[in-house]
């Protein structure tokens, strides 16, 4: 609950303003009780003594009175709710903020091991249950704390022996009330868990539709899904129990205790110690407290749910985000790259994805990786541009040591195009855009021309505005590299890395893409960085690296590492021969 305190500590004004008009709006809300009883013991029980005009005025003026309070509480109470929708979307939206922004600079390492969905599951119930809860504590706990103690004071003014029998309810209420819900928090706790972990199933379900489809797997997934559903269902049942119980509890206590109290009132009219009037204000004033304490089993509830949240979320804000340097050098243009001696090992693995790699390669030149799967050709990319660090060794940028550099600046001079495809919902521009928001339509048109993507444009509907859905599910598998191409190329980056860029690719299509890399290179604007496993595609390469389980077996141009007649030798005859 600190945290939650800690934001608050930012709207403090407004939470004051809120606490005011709450307190306003209760009390005047309470005065009409009061006047009620003036009018019973001054007018209505003195009828022998007062004439007609007197009543009328007297009484008269009493309900307009009643009137204005009334006025008075209604004008708080609608300040009060603007007020606090105010704070609560204010807060709501803070927090949600505050917890994507940490997450979104976490290290790549920790999105490895968990669904995005999940992450996103928990930041969305910490938002909703902190709204619940500060507008509870406003509008429900903290306007019966005011009318807690405005009818002790009233009851110690009528008779002083009803001011501690109203008070000593309210403990006992509390402490009955916080028992049973123990119970409820390690239940709500299970539910979050499982609630959190069904968002993530979902996300990777709807993410991977099209295979999901595609292999007739739509009833096996609803199955997967419909279990966790049941196990919440069974949760959400065992919580309802236990809520009811404390409902019910504290409704059959909060009876008895009104019946009593009401027993006492009504004997103390028997032996005058109160009048009429004060038996009926002190009556209506135990709807007041007693009302509202029937909802504590409700708002404890909720504190529980909101705690259980904000734990979620404080886990994710002191996961420690992505480290840079106190005073990163920066980079205006990459010059030069290379690793010296560098190895890494990942988290669950016993061995090194890569060993002792070293190399250099200068702006204008082409350096190229091959190896058979799992030789670490992607890891090497992941370490260049630093979504992983070296466990021994060191990368140099422009000869600046790698925990020199600020990662964010230095990608933002990497046009990137991954083995696996990533577009977003919306337009052929749309995606464009994300990597240059202020290029303009004649800059898109040309990168979609290197991209050898003109067809896919002069088939479109709508050209650069045409939709290509969610991951670019309406375009075909060649002309998502296509676009993803265009896209790292409209960068006009300093280094272009092709991680296995045409392996979705018919012949034809990677041999045009194959000539723009090439055209890309021999303009000596960029350092390249070509990975692949057709060997043809990086035939021009300046330096070609052969790695083989994580070590550097050759490395060399292709005429040089063909007369080696080495691992790459083998592997050119092999791929010469499939044609």
């Known amino acids: 609950m600190s945290?939650?305190?800690?934001?608050?500590?930012?709207?403090?004004?407004?939470?004051?303003?809120?606490?005011?008009?709450?307190?306003?709006?209760?009390?005047?809300?309470?005065?009409?009780?009061?006047?009620?009883r003036k009018i019973i013991d001054d007018y209505v029980t003195k009828f022998n003594t007062k004439t007609h005009d007197e009543f009328i005025k007297g009484?008269?003026?009493?309900?307009?009175?009643?009137?204005?309070?009334?006025?008075?509480?209604?004008?708080?109470?609608?300040?009060?709710?603007?007020?606090v929708n105010v704070i609560v979307q204010r807060l709501g939206a803070q927090i949600y903020a505050d917890g994507l922004k940490h997450s979104l600079e976490l290290p790549y390492t920790v999105f490895e091991d968990q669904r995005s969905g999940e992450t996103l599951g928990k930041l969305q119930k910490v938002r909703t249950d902190v709204e619940k809860l500060i507008t509870a504590m406003?509008?429900?706990?903290?306007?019966?704390?005011?009318?807690?103690?405005?009818?002790?004071?009233?009851?110690?003014?009528?008779?002083?022996?009803?001011?501690?029998?109203y008070f000593l309810t309210i403990p006992v209420l509390g402490i009955l009330s916080s028992v049973l819900s123990k119970r409820i928090k390690i239940i709500q706790k299970k539910i979050v868990g499982e609630t959190t972990a069904l968002a993530g199933s979902t996300t990777e379900s709807l993410r991977n539709i099209e295979l999901v489809k595609s292999l007739g797997l739509s009833q096996q997934e609803i199955k997967r899904l419909n279990n966790t559903t049941e196990k919440i269902l069974k949760l959400e049942l065992k919580k309802v129990r236990y809520v009811r119980s404390l409902s019910f509890i504290q409704g059959t206590f909060v009876n008895l205790l009104r019946n009593a109290i009401l027993f006492m009132m009504l004997y103390l009219i028997y032996t005058q110690k109160i009048t009429v009037g004060e038996f009926f204000s002190l009556f209506i004033y135990s709807f007041f407290i007693f009302g509202p304490l029937q909802e504590l089993g409700n708002i404890i509830n909720i504190y529980r749910e909101t705690e259980i949240s904000l734990n979620n979320f404080?886990?994710?804000?002191?996961?420690p985000v992505e480290v840079k340097p106190a005073n990163p050098i920066k980079l205006d243009t990459l010059r030069s790259l290379a690793f010296n001696d560098v190895s890494f090992k990942h988290a669950s693995s016993t061995t090194d994805a890569l060993s002792a790699?070293?190399?250099?390669?200068?702006?204008?030149?082409?350096?190229?990786?091959?190896?058979p799967s799992g030789s670490g050709k992607t890891t090497l990319v992941k370490l260049l541009v630093g979504l992983y660090t070296p466990k021994q060794g060191t990368i140099f940028y422009n000869e600046y040591h790698n925990h020199e550099i600020d990662f964010d600046q230095l990608r933002e001079r990497i046009g990137f195009v991954t083995q696996d495809t990533q577009l977003f919902s919306g337009s052929i521009r749309?995606?464009?855009?994300?990597?240059?928001p202020d290029a303009s339509d004649q800059e898109c048109l040309e990168v979609l021309e290197k991209a050898a993507a003109s067809n896919l444009l002069k088939r479109?509907?709508?050209?650069?505005?045409?939709?290509?859905?969610?991951?670019?599910?309406?375009?075909?598998g060649g002309e998502k590299q296509r676009l993803s191409i265009a896209r790292a190329l409209l960068r006009k980056p300093d280094v272009i890395v092709f991680d296995e860029a045409t392996s979705a690719l018919d012949s034809l299509t990677e041999e045009e893409i194959s000539r723009t890399i090439r055209a890309v290179s021999a303009n000596r604007e960029h350092i390249t960085v070509l990975i692949a496993h057709r060997l043809s595609t990086i035939m021009h390469a300046n330096k070609i690296v052969v790695l083989e389980k994580g070590h550097i077996a050759e490395q060399g141009t292709h005429d040089e590492l063909l007369h080696l007649k080495g691992l790459y030798y083998a592997m050119w005859r092999q791929q010469i021969g499939e044609r």
């Open 3 to 36: 945290i939650l305190l800690g934001y608050l500590k930012k709207y403090w004004q407004l939470l004051i303003l809120a606490l005011f008009l709450a307190a306003i709006n209760q009390i005047f809300s309470l005065l009409d009780p009061w006047i009620f």
């Open 460 to 476: 479109a509907d709508k050209g650069l505005d045409t939709i290509i859905g969610e991951g670019g599910v309406k375009v075909s």
């Open 314 to 319: 404080k886990a994710i804000i002191e996961t």
């Open 138 to 165: 406003i509008n429900v706990l903290f306007t019966s704390l005011v009318g807690i103690i405005f009818v002790v004071i009233y009851a110690i003014n009528v008779y002083w022996v009803i001011a501690p029998i």
């Open 430 to 436: 749309e995606n464009l855009l994300f990597v240059k």
């Open 357 to 371: 790699v070293s190399f250099k390669v200068m702006k204008g030149e082409t350096i190229a990786f091959v190896g």
């Open 59 to 83: 009484a008269g003026a009493l309900i307009l009175a009643a009137m204005g309070v009334a006025m008075i509480s209604r004008i708080a109470k609608n300040f009060q709710d603007y007020y």
